[in-house]
């Protein structure tokens, strides 16, 4: 039988963004399972308060806050300072907030392209800005930012969603050459479409830009991966998990992908 002592994670402080649902939601709970208190955050205060009593009854400590992410002060006060007043500090980062939005680049919507970047690429910024420097006054530290498989390669109609990506992904890999010395890792992770809330929105676009049924239209994202499936939230979960665990001690500047061999680079 596991004891607390015996989790690889028990102890450890982790802030999971993005946490109300989808891949945020599994990561938050698998942590959670390895031993870590985790704070989670995102907009919607409900959604997270459940996940909290979830954790809770794992026998961990948890604590929700609603912020927005792409507000640096809300940022700074509502998140950074209330979990590093009660925990003073943090061992896990977990950068999952983001969204996706498509167009065509001839008449690209101005607006999208800045949302797109202050989302994926600018909140993981102030979140990583606000933590660090508990990470590199304790000499220790994780974090991991759940990118996209579209911060390795382009395609149709992503202009501004594989911008921010391929930014985000350029981010990390800056400050894990910085923080090396510091004994903080930093890496991505770059799932394919994943079966969560936000796939279920891209669907519903392409099948009303395009005509064709939902299902069809589920039908041919899945048809992208090799394997001919959607990625599962707790796969992407469970490889964001390993990269916090001692035997991944080595790895650093990373972009690990869960797409079902779609991009093989």
């Not at 939601?25 to 459940?50: H, P, Q, Y």
């Not at 948890?62 to 912020?67: D, G, K, L, M, Y």
């Not at 079966?195 to 994202?221: C, F, H, W, Y």
């Amino acid at each position: 039988m596991t004891t607390p002592q015996s989790l690889p994670l028990a102890g450890k402080r982790a802030v999971v963004t993005g946490a109300s649902r989808g891949i945020g939601r599994s990561i938050a709970l698998a942590l959670a399972n390895a031993g870590a208190d985790v704070a989670v955050t995102a907009r919607t205060k409900a959604e997270l308060d459940e996940l909290a009593d979830e954790i809770a009854r794992m026998g961990r400590q948890a604590i929700a806050i609603a912020c927005d992410v792409t507000n640096q002060r809300q940022v700074q006060t509502d998140l950074a300072s209330r979990v590093l007043g009660a925990w003073r500090g943090i061992d896990i980062l977990v950068n999952n907030a983001g969204a996706s939005g498509s167009a065509k680049f001839l008449g690209h919507d101005d607006e999208l392209w800045h949302r797109m970047l202050d989302i994926n690429l600018t909140s993981v910024y102030y979140v990583t800005k606000a933590f660090v420097p508990a990470m590199v006054a304790q000499r220790s530290g994780r974090i991991i930012t759940i990118a996209s498989i579209a911060a390795r390669t382009g395609a149709t109609y992503i202009a501004a969603y594989a911008a921010s990506k391929h930014g985000v992904l350029g981010l990390m890999r800056a400050l894990a050459v910085e923080l090396n010395p510091s004994n903080i890792t930093v890496n991505c992770v770059c799932p394919g479409y994943v079966d969560t809330p936000m796939t279920d929105r891209s669907i519903a676009n392409v099948a009303a830009k395009t005509g064709m049924g939902e299902q069809q239209a589920r039908e041919a994202l899945e048809k992208m991966s090799p394997q001919g499936r959607l990625v599962q939230p707790e796969e992407v979960a469970r490889i964001a998990v390993f990269l916090t665990d001692p035997a991944s001690a080595s790895i650093t500047g990373q972009a690990i992908n869960v797409d079902g061999g779609s991009v093989m680079s």
